[in-house]
């Protein structure tokens, strides 16, 4: 039996501009259901709210499913710092350093990518959503 984990990202009005971002990035089809499209203001949901997304999911494959909504204010707490980690093996490497640098827009970058101390191929950055970014391309251990 696979299993697959699936990132949700929350943010406060950006998850619509974020999301599609993320599907210029990344590919795939990005589906997205307002809260108006569920009821609106009869949910709680402020009128200047009733526009956000209240679910979205981007599928890039089989393995690759990244989903995201808004946070509206009449739900307590807030959105907090959101941490996505992609990895794949040296076949993907191509596919992989796309994504970074389609991610590195606008993005700080905290770890370049590039070998790391265990073999691997090793990024780290913030994108301008405030989503962290781990990105890993599997490699061959060092010799030394």
């Given at each position: 039996m696979a299993?697959?984990?699936?990132p949700?990202?929350?943010?406060?009005g950006q998850a619509?501009e974020a999301?599609?971002?993320?599907?210029?990035?990344l590919?795939g089809?990005?589906?997205m259901?307002?809260?108006?499209?569920m009821?609106g203001?009869?949910?709680?949901?402020?009128e200047?709210?009733v526009d956000w997304?209240?679910?979205?999911?981007?599928s890039?494959?089989?393995?690759?499913?990244?989903?995201?909504?808004d946070?509206?204010s009449h739900?307590p707490?807030?959105?907090?710092?959101q941490?996505?980690s992609?990895s794949g093996?040296a076949?993907?490497?191509?596919?992989?350093?796309?994504?970074w640098e389609?991610l590195?827009?606008?993005?700080t970058v905290?770890?370049?990518l590039?070998?790391?101390?265990?073999g691997?191929t090793?990024?780290m950055?913030?994108d301008?959503?405030?989503?962290d970014?781990?990105v890993?391309?599997a490699?061959?251990?060092s010799?030394?």
């Amino acid at each position: 039996m696979a299993i697959n984990l699936n990132p949700y990202i929350n943010w406060r009005g950006q998850a619509r501009e974020a999301m599609a971002f993320y599907q210029s990035v990344l590919g795939g089809e990005l589906t997205m259901m307002t809260f108006a499209d569920m009821g609106g203001t009869a949910m709680g949901v402020a009128e200047s709210e009733v526009d956000w997304v209240m679910h979205s999911s981007l599928s890039v494959s089989d393995a690759v499913l990244l989903m995201g909504a808004d946070h509206p204010s009449h739900v307590p707490g807030e959105p907090q710092t959101q941490q996505v980690s992609i990895s794949g093996p040296a076949e993907d490497e191509a596919t992989l350093r796309a994504w970074w640098e389609g991610l590195s827009e606008g993005a700080t970058v905290h770890q370049p990518l590039e070998k790391a101390p265990w073999g691997d191929t090793f990024g780290m950055l913030s994108d301008k959503y405030g989503v962290d970014w781990l990105v890993n391309i599997a490699g061959a251990p060092s010799e030394g």
